[in-house]
């Protein structure tokens, strides 16, 4: 019997607004925030397919993103995303279901980033490592695999296979 792929998506937020008197955790996306997450949702079907969960963070531009993706799957927002830590995210994709080969996080920076280059394991494509290197600009996807089983994902785990900016 052959282990699974399974692929976890990581997505930063769309591009913010920046209204006057809206706290951090509630800014809305931006009108090009609203376009671009638009994109990377075409993006995600025809080039990943289809998602099998979601863990977003709270935060309204978070949440506003993953609505204009326009992925349909099983959504689980999480508090602990907002603000996080690579080893606060790991701790929650360790608990989900081995049943989800495709996941998706949506969450913000500096931590996306840092998550995708520290599960960036062995094989990993050096063209998106790089890339990745000079941005991880909203909106911005990072595309990798691993054998394990979530529970057992760790940092050096996984495969960078993609890194694309919708625009």
């Known amino acids: 019997m052959t282990t699974p792929v399974r692929t976890l998506v990581l997505l930063r937020h769309a591009k913010s607004d920046y209204p006057d008197g809206v706290a951090d ?3 809305p996306l931006a009108p090009r925030g609203i376009r671009e997450a638009a994109l990377a949702g075409d993006w995600i079907r025809a080039n990943v397919g289809k998602v099998d969960a979601v863990l977003c ?5 978070t ?5 204009r993706t326009g992925i349909d799957a099983d959504v689980r927002y999480e508090e602990d995303l907002y603000d996080s830590r ?6 929650l994709v360790n608990g989900v279901d081995d049943g989800v080969e495709t ?7 500096p931590t996306t980033s840092s998550l995708a280059f520290a599960l960036a394991g062995p094989g ?7 890339r990745m290197t000079e941005k991880y600009p909203t909106s911005a996807i990072a595309v990798l695999t691993t054998q ?7 940092l050096g785990a ?10």
């Open 63 to 67: 949440r506003e993103t993953l609505a």
């Open 158 to 167: 996984a495969t960078l296979v993609d890194f694309h900016v919708p625009r």
């Open 124 to 130: 990993s494509d050096a063209d998106a490592l790089e």
């Open 103 to 109: 996941l998706l996080v949506v969450g913000h920076e």
């Open 57 to 61: 963070s709270t935060a309204t531009r």
């Open 25 to 27: 955790h509630e800014r």
């Open 148 to 154: 394990l089983p979530w529970a057992r994902l760790e």
């Open 86 to 91: 690579p080893g606060t995210v790991v701790d």
